[in-house]
């Protein structure tokens, strides 16, 4: 058992590695879907600029915050739809924008039970923060007067604090995230009533080794790499340049977010295989024995 396993993990490296190869070819050869995403994008980032902007303080202000709350989702479906169909789909850019502008919805049904999960995860941990170290040791000040200067003392560790950090972290940045993808793809693929139907066997081949790796190599890029291009400071001295260089450190953190987000949909939707179904007449040609 133990001497299969350096191959079992070398075949799965290079799987990872040719779908990820894959899923890059595909998107350079339909570079028009690329830039077609990519202007849905930074359309989608500027509604959710100009939400949370403006403010409702006219009945125009109101309504253009209500159009603006319903076009943002929109467009992430669309983008969504998009990404999960690159790879099948050969009739061109113009006619993939119109097949996802068309199904756009289909991703927001098949999510709907996760949506209704995160909503029921946020109200339960938040249950937790009253009795979150920060505020138990806030309230404890509060209610003490100013001890003598004493020597520091070591503070235990808040074990109930860090398992619940973590589980928020593993559900909301894995767990979901990454059952939506396989949900989403199979929807693109399979429609909407046949992905309801495999949506238990989906789900459960989800978390597989090799599809948990390619999400988290896909994370470092869609995620990691481009909260330090934004929140990282280049030390200049010229207002000019600064503004100048965080105007760049902004484009290529779009850009790694959108092309890595689109690269690990790629690479996790071979995972995806349609079901192999037999018609009727090839179900009366199969002899059974006796």
């Not at 299969?4 to 998107?27: D, G, N, W, Y």
């Not at 209704?116 to 938040?126: D, E, P, S, T």
């Not at 850009?255 to 349609?274: H, Q, Y």
């Amino acid at each position: 058992m133990n001497a299969e396993a350096p191959a079992q993990l070398t075949a799965m490296i290079k799987k990872i590695v040719h779908a990820f190869a894959s899923a890059v070819r595909h998107l350079v050869r339909g570079w028009g879907a690329l830039l077609i995403m990519i202007a849905l994008y930074l359309a989608m980032l500027g509604a959710i600029y100009l939400f949370f902007v403006t403010r409702e303080a006219t009945i125009g202000q109101l309504l253009l915050s209500f159009l603006l709350a319903i076009l943002a989702p929109i467009l992430f479906l669309i983008i969504q739809m998009m990404a999960a169909r690159y790879r099948d789909d050969d009739s061109g850019a113009w006619r993939l924008l119109a097949s996802s502008a068309r199904d756009f919805w289909k991703l927001l049904v098949i999510a709907l039970p996760l949506i209704l999960l995160a909503v029921l995860a946020i109200y339960l941990f938040g249950k937790f923060e009253p009795s979150a170290p920060a505020t138990t040791i806030r309230e404890a000040v509060r209610a003490t007067p100013a001890p003598r200067p004493i020597a520091p003392k070591s503070q235990p560790v808040h074990w109930q604090s860090i398992l619940i950090t973590t589980l928020e972290y593993l559900l909301f940045c894995l767990i979901l995230p990454l059952a939506a993808i396989h949900l989403w793809i199979a929807t693109a693929r399979d429609g909407l009533k046949e992905t309801f139907k495999r949506s238990a066997r989906i789900i459960g081949r989800t978390f597989a080794p090799q599809s948990v790796v390619i999400y988290a190599i896909g994370f470092v890029f869609f995620a990691v790499v481009p909260y330090f291009l934004i929140v990282t400071k280049t030390p200049v001295n010229s207002a000019w340049l600064d503004a100048g260089l965080l105007v760049v450190r902004l484009l290529f953190g779009v850009l790694f977010s959108l092309i890595g987000w689109v690269v690990t949909v790629g690479a996790l939707a071979p995972r995806d295989e349609k079901p192999v179904v037999a018609s009727v007449d090839e179900l009366k040609e199969c002899h059974y024995p006796a």
